[in-house]
């Protein structure tokens, strides 16, 4: 009967010895699942804030290019409406006059005026003509201004955006 319980301490201590072992592996396995885990965390956490960073550059890059655009296109809108003053001034002092096909108003006026009694010519007709004139190059000044202001930025969104 020794030889039996000799035989199963014996077996209970192999046992024992064996689930101490794979114990001691799966701590070791743990271990490093672990460590793998924790590095690819890191990896993903450093990418996430590359990720963030580039999209802010980008970001504040579109927002550099919307702010140029509008305020070339203030300036653009201040000078089309310069230009225009400019031109109307000019009208009026007689230093430029309009082509044929903008003078119709001048050729009907005039055959009114020869008929008309006295030959008097209706109060303020240059200048409405002149004011016309001025609205017409302030309207298509600002339009240009405008299509130049989103033209540069779509261009500088496109940059910032690398495409």
């Given at each position: 009967?020794?030889?039996?319980?000799?035989?199963?301490?014996?077996?209970?201590?192999?046992?024992?010895?064996?689930?101490?072992?794979?114990?001691?592996?799966?701590?070791?396995?743990?271990?490093?699942?672990?460590?793998?885990?924790?590095?690819?965390?890191?990896?993903?956490a450093?990418?996430?804030?590359?990720?963030?960073?580039?999209?802010?550059?980008?970001?504040?890059?579109?927002?550099?290019?919307?702010?140029?655009?509008?305020?070339?296109?203030?300036?653009?809108?201040?000078?089309?409406?310069?230009?225009?003053?400019?031109?109307?001034?000019?009208?009026?002092?007689?230093?430029?006059?309009?082509?044929?096909?903008?003078a119709?108003?001048?050729?009907?006026?005039?055959?009114?005026?020869?008929?008309?009694?006295?030959?008097?010519?209706?109060?303020?007709?240059?200048?409405l003509?002149?004011?016309?004139?001025?609205?017409?190059?302030?309207?298509?000044?600002?339009?240009?201004?405008?299509?130049?202001?989103?033209?540069?930025?779509?261009?500088?969104?496109?940059?910032?955006?690398?495409?």
């Amino acid at each position: 009967m020794t030889k039996v319980m000799l035989y199963l301490a014996l077996v209970a201590a192999i046992f024992g010895a064996g689930y101490y072992v794979a114990h001691l592996v799966g701590e070791r396995d743990l271990a490093a699942a672990t460590s793998a885990w924790d590095k690819t965390r890191a990896d993903l956490a450093d990418k996430r804030a590359n990720a963030e960073e580039a999209q802010r550059r980008a970001e504040q890059g579109q927002a550099e290019a919307i702010l140029k655009a509008a305020e070339n296109y203030e300036k653009g809108k201040a000078d089309a409406k310069q230009d225009a003053d400019n031109t109307v001034a000019a009208m009026r002092a007689g230093n430029i006059r309009l082509r044929d096909q903008w003078a119709t108003c001048q050729v009907t006026t005039a055959a009114a005026v020869s008929a008309s009694a006295g030959g008097q010519r209706a109060d303020g007709e240059d200048r409405l003509r002149a004011d016309g004139v001025g609205r017409i190059l302030r309207a298509v000044g600002q339009c240009q201004a405008q299509r130049d202001a989103l033209q540069e930025a779509l261009i500088g969104e496109r940059a910032a955006l690398g495409q």
